[in-house]
Every structure is written in structure tokens, then in C-alpha cells.
């Protein structure tokens, strides 16, 4: 989608509207404290549940406090604290890597910029942009997860199924003033009233305007 008639952006202005009256408190549901916890937890969520993740870093941010202890921790010992995430030694690789190039790079900082983000290990588009909105409050763009991907097809916001190019359409049928919240929003109303199987349309206060993209209606 490159060109936007008037009737998606009206549906997208209602679509916004809607979530910030309901969702006007969404965040993160990743559990940090720190730019560097969030990286992690970010990393770590990968083809896993927050619920999961937040269990596993309850214990993991007691034990590992800094970069250093991180970047000097013996891989198969890390791998065994993430392992119930899932795709551990991956994951104990990238958060190992990363945080070496954060001491050896960036003086054991997260930086704060979408071209350094992009060069750590383990971290794409989608996790600068979850560490700069809500970490560093900078809104350079939209975060696609699963559930902001599938609820802005299924909305008739983008017709793309690459997360880059939905980013790309969302970024310009919303104000950039909502480009961090936005993300949030649609997750919790997909957690909460649109799954991805059997999505409770009837409670849905958007049933008249989303075109339903998808569903499959009851005959």
C-alpha cells in the first residue's frame, strides 16, 4: 500500500481513537528497570511469551547486573539460565556478543540511535525501535511484532505481510506522536478481544469499521 485513499485514513484516525480511550496506559509488558535489561528481555523474546520471559529474567537480572557480567559469562552457564525461553544458545550468543560490543564500542552503554542499535548482535529494527520508544522515549518508527503485524492486515491498514514495509505504511497513516503508544495498543487489544484464532468481533467496539481482513465469518 503506497497510496492511501480517504477511507483508510478515516478508518485508521478511528482505529487510533478507539485505542486511546481504551488503551490510553498501554505499555511494554517486558519487565525492566534499565536500557541494557530491556535489550535483553527484548532479545530473549523472540519466538517466546513475555510471561515466559519476565519469569526468566526475574532471576537473570539478580545474577547478571552490568555488561560485564554478560560479556564475561560462560556460554553454556547462560545458556542454561535463558534455556526456557527457547533458541537458548542463539540467544546466550547474541546477549554475549552484544554486551561486548556495548563495552568495547560504547562504554558499556545502550546507545540511544537506530544505526548503532542495528549493529549489536541480536538487535533488528523491531528491538531498536522497542529500546529507543521506550527506553529513550525516541519515536524513529513503528515496532511490528506478530501482533501489530497480523491486527494492521486484518484492519485493512497495510496489505503487506513484511514487517518492514508494514512499518514503512504505518508510519505514514499515523502522527509520529503516536507511533510508540501505538505498538502497546495494539498488543493489548489483540491479547485482550482480536487473537489471532476465533477473535471476539460481536464485543469488538471496531466491528463496523475494520473490514475483518482474514476472519472467517460464521455462515
Known amino acids: 500500500m503506497t497510496d492511501y ?3 483508510v485514513r478515516r478508518r485508521a484516525r478511528t482505529i487510533l481513537k478507539y485505542l486511546n480511550q481504551e ?3 498501554a505499555e511494554t509488558a517486558l519487565n525492566h528497570h534499565t536500557p541494557l535489561q530491556l535489550v ?3 532479545i530473549l523474546s ?3 511469551t513475555d510471561a515466559r520471559v519476565n519469569k ?3 532471576k537473570l537480572f539478580k545474577k547478571y547486573r552490568n555488561v560485564d557480567d554478560y560479556a564475561d559469562a560462560k556460554p553454556e552457564e547462560l545458556e542454561k539460565d535463558i534455556q526456557s525461553t527457547g533458541f537458548f544458545r542463539n540467544k546466550a550468543k547474541n546477549i554475549r556478543h552484544c554486551c561486548q560490543q556495548l563495552k568495547s564500542e560504547h562504554g558499556g552503554h545502550v546507545p540511544d540511535t537506530m544505526e548503532e ?3 549489536l548482535a541480536g538487535v533488528g529494527r523491531k528491538t531498536a525501535n522497542v529500546v529507543l520508544g521506550t527506553a529513550f522515549g525516541k ?4 515496532v511490528v511484532d506478530t501482533h501489530v503485524s497480523r491486527l494492521s492486515q486484518r484492519m485493512g491498514l497495510t496489505t503487506f505481510r513484511d514487517p518492514v514495509r508494514i512499518e514503512r505504511d504505518l508510519m505514514q497513516l499515523l502522527p509520529r506522536n503516536q ?6 495498543q495494539m498488543i493489548s487489544h489483540g491479547r485482550r478481544v482480536c487473537p489471532a484464532r476465533r477473535p471476539k468481533c460481536e464485543i469488538c467496539y471496531l466491528r463496523k469499521t475494520c473490514p475483518k481482513v482474514g476472519v472467517e465469518t460464521k455462515s
Open 23 to 25: 488503551y490510553l496506559d
Open 139 to 142: 519515536a524513529l518508527g513503528v
Open 56 to 58: 526468566v529474567t526475574q
Open 5 to 7: 485513499d480517504s477511507s
Open 46 to 48: 523472540a519466538q517466546c
Open 40 to 42: 535483553v528481555a527484548t
Open 117 to 119: 542499535l542495528v549493529q
Open 179 to 184: 507511533w510508540i503508544t501505538f505498538s502497546h
